[in-house]
């Protein structure tokens, strides 16, 4: 079965500055997705970013990106220029291509703060 | 004109009642999730839905009995509400395949 693993349960940021949450996952599948969804207090979730697993370019959407590594099943997300409105819970999830036991496997999350 | 709506917003309920949460989506997809978000944000998938059809039931207690009506609906019916389902119960849709999930806005439902 896939997992999703993120270390680190907490993050903090200075406003304006760089900050690189991790994700690594557990797969035996070559094609797959990735993403990253943020969760701010609200509790909506928001997609961030997504990656195919066939692209070996990274994603990026405007000031996030991600640094995908396929053969070590990372999939860190950098923050560039950090707002106070990047604090929120971000996630890493997974999601096979092609199968019929189909869902979106989460991580347990990052908790990012913003210092102003 | 929100994607992914779900009622209610917010459900305060005693011990032992039977509860339902509605979730629609507009999106026009083939496949709807219910996920449950515990205390500590973890994200769980409870079940999962395509084209009316349960495909993914991921061992959850037979007193959580999900309903699809049609491809824009799954609801979601508790019965005997334990102080153990406190948590956010999120509602999501995807195209079948290798796409991201749009989630509904959460119910957060308080066992009492």
């Known amino acids: 079965a896939q997992t999703v693993t993120q270390s680190q349960p907490e993050m903090s940021v200075q406003e304006a500055e760089t900050v690189t949450l991790s994700c690594t996952y557990d797969t035996s599948e070559s094609d797959y997705y990735l993403f990253w969804y943020k969760q701010p207090p609200s509790r909506q979730m928001i997609l961030v970013i997504r990656?195919?697993?066939?692209?070996?370019q990274n994603a990026t959407e405007n000031r996030f990106s991600v640094n995908f590594q396929k053969a070590a099943k990372s999939f860190s997300l950098k923050i560039s220029d950090s707002q106070l409105g990047d604090a929120a819970m971000y996630f890493c999830a997974y999601r096979s291509v092609g199968t019929s036991y189909d869902k979106v496997i989460f991580g347990p999350g990052t908790s990012l703060s913003v210092i102003p | 004109d929100t994607a992914v709506s779900q009622t209610p917003k917010y459900l305060v309920t005693q011990m032992g009642n039977d509860k339902s949460i509605k979730c629609e989506q507009n999106?026009?997809?083939?496949?709807m999730y219910w996920y449950k978000q515990d205390s500590k944000k973890f994200l769980k998938i409870m079940f999962s839905?395509?084209?009316?059809?349960?495909?993914i039931n991921e061992t959850v207690p037979n007193r959580f009995s999900p309903k699809s009506p049609d491809k824009a609906h799954l609801n979601l019916h508790i019965n005997s509400l334990e102080l153990g389902d406190s948590a956010v119960y999120f509602c999501a849709s995807s195209r079948w395949g290798p796409t991201e999930a749009f989630f509904g806005q959460g119910t957060r439902l308080t066992v009492v």
């Open positions: 839905y395509n084209n009316k059809e349960l495909i």
């Open positions: 990656q195919e697993a066939y692209k070996q």
């Open positions: 999106l026009g997809h083939d496949t």
